[in-house]
């Protein structure tokens, strides 16, 4: 599953982000690596980004981008 199909409040953990994807590394340095514990918490009103919790911090991250990350 990746993430942009997860439900609000559903917490999932982090399997893989795509290697070949542009925003890899940003997203590594944020902390968001294989087994990291990750909630969506709100959808913005146009249903793009949403925002995202994990380690303590939020991100929004477009749908775009969501469907690069592997979840479980």
Known sequence: MTLDKVPLMQTVEVVSLNPNWVLTRRLLDLGLIS???????FVSPSGDPTAFEFRGSVIAI????????TVK
């Open 35 to 41: 087994g990291t514990k990750v909630t969506p918490i």
């Open 62 to 69: 477009r749908i775009e981008d969501c469907r690069e990350i």
